[in-house]
């Protein structure tokens, strides 16, 4: 009797502290100012750039906007070039001003130390783009020290109706949703490692600064949600690809300082999520603040993932807890109440 009194009281304990640990790690992470900041992945001088995909809208140009904010130099990769175009023109209005000492030593005709250049466009179709179009990107960056990669772009990119049955795919809707959630961002990453591995100072371990990043957008959707089946397979690719980089990074010294994250947003709305999203959800930009503000901060403490949002960190939490059958509901509900949008917005704009 003292025994089994024994075992289930420690197990009592067991599971209160990793409570109040989580809760903590919650609080910390969500309401107190961070110590560790992106500025891990700035290198002296702010000559650091990041490399963002998708990110001519919606959470990509949050996460450019927020990034120019902290003195990066970014380059918006996106398949439509107007639309590239006012996107950098917004972000190179915002810039912040070139620091007084750095402009002091500057020469006029170095096109890195115009505000201006320090936005590019890259035109690149994540759908379609070929490894010879890869080459010639990694190629176009390799005079550039690259300090983040973004693998933003991603989507569910099949024919209207968006919220349907798996069966009602075409082989085109299904290559289209794996090309350009999974393929791409695969492709790239692969291909980006040693850029971002380049320059490692002997100092990246210790003092926590001039690392390096790969962040990469996966989405709640990755516990398997109807409707969306292929999307929901690409974004647990997402979340699995991101946690096994982190590890494998790690462990070998040439590239130790470089950090692999997973975002994973809940709802956010943005110019792709827009209809049927709950008056809660952060707006993209306010979404992509989060994200750049708070990885150096879930980097630093060894996390392999994040919910930038406190709201959507809470959701998944309570889904670990709260009875299976509760969270089948919601999660059921809640797609159906977007296909239920999108479905009467198509019907009254045939
Ligand atoms: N919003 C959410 O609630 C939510 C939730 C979970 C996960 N996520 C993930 O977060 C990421 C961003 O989502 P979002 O809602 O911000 O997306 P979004 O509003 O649809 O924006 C997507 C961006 O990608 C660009 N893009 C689309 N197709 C492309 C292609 N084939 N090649 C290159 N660029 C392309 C778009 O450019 P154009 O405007 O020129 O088409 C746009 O700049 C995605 O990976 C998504 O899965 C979002």
Not at 48 to 62: K, Y
Not at 125 to 142: E, F, Y
Not at 155 to 180: K, L, M
Not at 296 to 320: I, N, S
């Amino acid at each position: 009797m003292n025994a089994l009194f024994l075992a289930l009281a420690s197990l009592g304990a067991v599971v209160a502290i990793r409570l109040l640990r989580s809760t903590m790690d919650f609080i910390s992470f969500h309401l107190l100012p961070g110590t560790h900041t992106v500025d891990r992945y700035q290198r002296p001088g702010n000559t650091a750039w990041a490399l963002v995909t998708g990110a001519s809208a919606g959470i990509g140009l949050g996460i450019a906007q927020e990034l120019v904010r902290q003195g990066f130099g970014v380059i918006l990769l996106g398949h439509l070039q107007d639309e590239l175009d006012a996107a950098a023109a917004q972000l190179r209005a915002m810039r912040p001003p070139v620091p007084v000492a750095a402009a002091a030593d500057r020469d006029d005709d170095d096109d890195d130390d115009d505000n201006d250049a320090r936005v590019r466009t890259y035109l690149l179709d994540a759908r379609t783009a070929t490894p010879s179009d890869l080459a010639r990107l990694a190629a176009s960056l390799s005079g550039l020290d690259l300090t983040i990669l973004v693998n933003n772009v991603g989507g569910n990119a099949v024919e209207h109706p968006p919220f349907r049955p798996a069966a009602t795919y075409s082989c085109a809707d299904v290559d289209a949703v794996v090309d350009q959630n999974a393929r791409f961002m695969a492709r790239l990453t692969t291909l980006l490692v040693p850029l971002l591995a380049r320059g490692a100072r002997p100092d990246a371990a210790r003092s926590g600064r001039n690392r390096s990043l790969v962040l990469t957008l996966s989405s709640g959707g990755y516990v398997g949600v109807p409707y969306l089946v292929l999307y929901s397979a690409t974004k647990a690719f997402n979340r699995g690809f991101g946690a096994a980089l982190a590890r494998e990074l790690a462990l070998d010294p040439a590239t130790a300082h470089v950090d692999s994250l997973v975002v994973i947003p809940g709802e956010v709305a943005s110019q792709g999520n827009c209809r049927g999203v709950p008056s809660s959800a952060p707006r993209w930009d306010v979404f992509g603040r989060e994200v750049v503000q708070k990885a150096g901060l879930a980097a630093a403490r060894g996390w392999k993932e994040m919910f930038p949002h406190w709201r959507h960190g809470l959701e998944y939490a309570l889904m670990d807890v709260a009875p299976s059958a509760a969270v089948e509901k919601a999660l059921v509900d809640q797609m159906r109440a977007k296909k239920g949008a999108w479905d009467d917005y198509l019907g009254k704009n045939k």
